[in-house]
């Protein structure tokens, strides 16, 4: 059972990017949580090496697939400004809901805490500039899967571990890395996940939200779509995978907006 959902699961991908022999061994870990089996591989790249992780719901498998019209996609903006943002998330707290909201900009990483129906800043921690400037505007918000619990932001030369408590704090180092393509939801109307990704196209124009069975060919029609008013930077989850969050850029009023997206049955 999971050695089949793990091949459906990674099978599609070209995960080792072209390299010269010999060629490495493939490193592959399974963590067990309450709901989920937690595949994390470790691919050799060219630039070094890559972590790719993938979650399938215990007790179903992604193979089970996906229908056109079986899922609704549906957004909700909870954050709006005129500076530049990266990525978001919100965390989750212990009883389901939305709890804190991290803002990744170019320099800094921001707290803020739901109060009386909005966010109120807890903490703001500045991120060291990198030794060598780098034009690439990405980075990711990455939390941890494993018994570690360590908590990451990654931005272009670099990547800082995160400890989230009242305060942020942050550790620091120069590293090479890779970005993720898209993430993961989970269905509410079973016990499967769907990955949500961006059809990245133009920068210039709308974006796209598709979500997609992660055991099917590319090729294969999406099971929910979701337009967007300008193009998507970052699609991240929190712990829980009940709600993801966009960052986009909207092109008419200017703005980085946030977005929560969830899932819903369409019947």
Same mark, same amino acid.
């Given at each position: ?16 990017? #072209?390299?010269? +022999?010999p ?10 949580? +309450? ?21 399938? @719901?215990?007790?179903?498998? +992604? ?9 609704r ?11 530049l943002?990266?990525?978001?998330v ?8 939305p709890?804190? $909201? ?8 921001? $707290?803020?805490?739901?109060?009386n129906?909005?966010?109120? *800043?807890?903490?703001? @921690?500045?991120? &060291? #500039? ?6 690439v505007? /990405?980075?990711?918000? /990455?939390?941890? *899967?494993?018994?570690? #619990? ?5 931005l ?7 400890a989230i ?7 620091? /180092? ?7 393509e898209?993430?993961?939801l ?26 997609r069975? &992660?055991?099917?060919? #590319?090729?294969?029609?999406?099971g929910?779509?979701l337009?967007?008013?300008? &193009?998507?930077?970052?699609v ?7 709600s993801?969050?966009a960052v986009v ?19």
């Open positions: 059972m999971l050695k089949e959902s793990f091949t459906d699961e990674f099978g599609g991908e070209n995960l080792v990017e #072209k390299q010269e +022999p060629a490495h061994t493939l490193q592959v870990s399974i963590e067990e949580t +309450p709901a989920f089996y937690v595949f994390v591989a470790n691919v050799p790249t060219a630039a070094g090496e890559a972590t790719r992780i993938s979650r399938i @719901a215990r007790g179903a498998s +992604p193979s089970e697939g996906i229908s056109v019209g079986q899922y996609l549906s957004k909700q903006l909870i954050w709006q400004q005129q500076e943002i990266l990525d978001a919100e965390t989750g707290d212990e009883t389901g809901g709890g804190p $909201l991290l803002i990744l900009s170019r320099d800094s990483l921001s $707290l803020y805490r739901r109060h129906d909005s966010w109120e *800043l807890r903490d703001s @921690a500045r991120i &060291p #500039k990198p030794e060598k400037t780098l034009r505007l /990405r980075g990711e918000i /990455r939390f941890s *899967l494993g018994n570690e #619990k360590q908590d990451s932001i990654v272009p030369g670099r990547s800082c571990d995160v408590a009242e305060k942020i704090d942050l550790n620091c /180092r120069a590293v090479s890395q890779s970005w993720r898209g993430t993961f989970a269905s509410p109307c079973g016990r499967s996940l769907s990955w949500l990704r961006a059809e990245q196209g133009d920068w210039s124009l709308p974006d796209r939200l598709s979500l069975n &992660p055991s099917l060919p #590319k090729s294969a029609p999406s929910a779509e337009d967007l008013p300008g &193009p998507v930077l970052s991240s989850t929190g712990r829980r995978m009940q993801d969050t850029f909207n092109l008419s009023t200017g703005n980085y907006e946030v977005y929560r997206i969830t899932l819903a049955c369409a019947n």
